[in-house]
């Protein structure tokens, strides 16, 4: 029941920001009724829900995607503050899917995705937590990761969702796609940046 | 502090709501009694009923009931038009004790069921594996793909729901969809019987096949819930392990090589599953097909196999005391070219060893064995 509930409260509300995005620019009642019907959509039963597709691909969300995206909503299409607790949030979701993706293509001597389903896990995630905490609680970014985090830690061992393992509930393959992107993104402007800033390289036109 | 105190807070919560630490698993071995001296006479054989109009069939699974039913064992495997048909199914059979022979097969699980139960569509059913719990509820492991072929397999649980002990009245709730594997849940699929463990529960052979292959064994409580996972083998090629009882902690898994040398891959574990060491291949030469093993007494380890390098045409029963060397003791099947006798399974019922298999991908055959009395 509580992983129904998930499949499809978690769509709705990935959906729902997706849509919200892609509406920039048009008037906020429309936006708003075509994310609505978005979300409804998604919990209707059966296949004419594109929840009963994405499930067959891609399973559930992980709760920081829902997490992410119902905030994004929330503060009506706000993204978070720049600042270094997201830079690092991100990083270490970006080692952390690499690692898991290799898990899965057996290259480590142990299996860090059955680890997942352990207390220990879930306490190395509560450590990232507590330093995201200690580190930044003072900084508008770091008390936005803070939060973050404590909301997917409270949510997973109070409910397990999606699946028990808590790598599925901090981070899914869509949300290391995006973090993969971003990044590239980012280095590609900062090699960018040094190429054209060279001595000796042709002046940028203002 | 406070953060630290917090996380203790979650950490502990998190520790209290797990329950205890599973123990080490310690393995069942049936009580059989037969004087394994003498070879086994073949009681019984042919084909299992097929449901009407349904001219495909492959991979079964057979399972033992108790005594108190009316059937001695039970079958599942999938049918349909053909392999990876919208329209292939889970079908059953269970074999009457009182007129000995086997009841009308019926379809117990569809695709468009299953989806409707899990919330989300899947493409096509295969590989049933059957299991008893310690309350005597049936489950059964089916593997169930999303986009793409095998390799997009999850391997869903169900549950035998109320509604009646019977084959007429056996039908199945979903579980779960087992979580083996972070990106989106694929490839795993389920192929071999469980092991039956002590503690009423059992430890059940999968393996993942997207590109590289491996097996991982699952470890089950009683009552079916899903308790860990453990990679059986640092090989990359190797599937559809099938676990063997040594003792109650010394364990090996048979396994299938997609490696063209043709033989059969092994692992062992000494301590319950926990870990899983490679060990050489068998002399015996396989197709890269299915086999399927059974301890049923203390070194008496029984094994059926295809014994030939390139085809699936020739099915041995073969026997071994240490779970190394090998010594046919029936041939089970045997054709020509491209006839496949395939995907074997085992279970001990009624003081006899049962064997089906794929025949021809068309129906499933089986054959009984016995031993006398010692």
Known sequence: MATTAMLHGGWAIVLGAAVYWFGAGRRAWVRWLVVLMTMALCLVPGPPSPVYWLGLMFQAPSLMSAVLCLAYVMRQGRLPSRGRAWLVLGVTGLVLGGVLLLDMLAWWPVSVYAWGFSTAALALVCLVWACFWLLWWGRHDGLEVTLLLAAVVVVFVLTRLPTGNVWDAVLDPWLWLVLLVRFAMRGARRVGRRLTSRPGSPPTRA | ?374
């Open chain 2, 1 to 374: 502090m406070l953060a630290l105190v917090v996380c203790a807070v979650v950490i502990v919560w998190d520790l209290a709501h797990r329950g205890l630490p599973t123990p080490m698993a310690r393995a069942v071995m049936p009580l059989v009694a037969a004087d394994f001296s003498q070879p086994p006479q073949r009681k019984g054989q042919g084909s299992i009923p097929m449901p009407y109009n349904t001219p495909a069939a492959h991979s079964s699974s057979l399972l033992a009931l108790p005594a108190s039913h009316a059937d001695a064992l039970m079958a599942f495997w999938f049918a349909g038009t053909r392999e990876s048909a919208p329209d292939i199914g889970i079908v059953a059979s269970s074999f009457e004790r009182n007129l000995q022979r086997w009841r009308p097969a019926r379809f117990v699980v569809n695709r468009f069921g299953l989806g409707q139960d899990l919330g989300f569509g899947v493409r096509r059913l295969g590989n049933p594996v059957a299991w008893m719990d310690a309350q005597g509820r049936m489950h059964l492991f089916v593997v169930a793909t999303g986009l793409g072929g095998w390799a997009a397999s999850r391997i869903v649980q169900l549950r035998q729901s109320q509604a009646g002990q019977s084959l007429d009245e056996l039908s199945f709730e979903v579980e779960r969809v087992l979580p083996l594997s972070w990106w989106w849940n694929t490839s795993f699929l389920v192929r071999a019987a469980p092991l039956p463990l002590q503690d009423g529960g059992m430890l059940l052979p999968v393996y993942f096949e997207l590109g590289l292959k491996y097996p991982v064994s699952l470890r089950f409580d009683a009552s079916g819930g899903f308790k860990g996972m453990v990679r059986m083998s640092d090989r990359k090629r190797i599937l559809q392990p099938t676990v063997l009882m040594q003792t109650e902690t010394t364990w090996l898994a048979l396994m299938r090589d997609q490696n063209p040398q043709g033989h059969i891959a092994v692992a062992q574990t000494q301590d319950g599953g926990a870990h899983w060491q490679d060990l050489p291949d068998l002399a015996l030469v396989n197709p890269d097909a299915s086999v399927a093993a059974m301890a049923l007494a203390p070194r008496q380890l029984w094994l059926v196999h295809n014994s030939s390098v390139q085809s699936r045409n020739v099915l041995d029963l073969s026997q071994s005391q240490d779970g190394q060397s090998w010594q046919s003791m029936q041939r089970l099947a045997q054709g020509k070219g491209t006839d496949e006798f395939s995907y074997p399974a085992m279970a001990w019922a009624d003081d006899s060893l049962w064997v089906s298999y794929t025949d021809q991908r068309q129906r499933i055959s089986w054959q009984r064995f016995a031993w006398p009395k010692p």
